[in-house]
Nanobody, 115 residues
Framework: QVQLVESGGGLVQPGGSLRLSCAAS????????MGWYRQAPGKQRELVAF???????HYGDSVRVRFTISRDNTKNTVHLQMNSLKPEDTAVYYC?????????WGQGTQVTVSS
């Protein structure tokens, strides 16, 4: 079992920045594919970004260039740096960890982009 705890969400003005963090409970964190997903009201959950155990990254089309995912295996932590935020980025952001058939989710953190 892996427990994931997100932090860093909040209210930010359009054009602003936020940095989300996800702390994992297991020391084998480095083997997991780590990702961030988001879900806005009335919409399906969508992929924001993921990073492999080899540090290969992939981004959703709507966030490419503006967001950066990174991981610190020494601290079992994955980060999502979000710049140039837009109102359409408003959603609950979820951390995800995958290894084989194992798939774990955090509880989510709210990000609201509004003036």
């Amino acid at each position: 079992q892996v427990q994931l705890v997100e932090s860093g969400g909040g209210l930010v003005q359009p054009g602003g920045s936020l940095r989300l963090s996800c702390a994992a409970s297991r020391s084998i964190f480095s083997s997991y594919l780590m990702g961030w997903y988001r879900q806005a009201p009335g919409k399906q959950r969508e992929l924001v970004a993921f990073i492999t155990d080899g540090d290969t990254t992939h981004y959703g089309d709507s966030v490419r260039v503006r967001f950066t995912i990174s991981r610190d295996n020494t601290k079992n932590t994955v980060h999502l740096q979000m710049n140039s935020l837009k109102p359409e980025d408003t959603a609950v952001y979820y951390c995800n960890a995958r290894l084989g058939v194992m798939n774990y989710w955090g509880q989510g953190t709210q990000v609201t982009v509004s003036s």
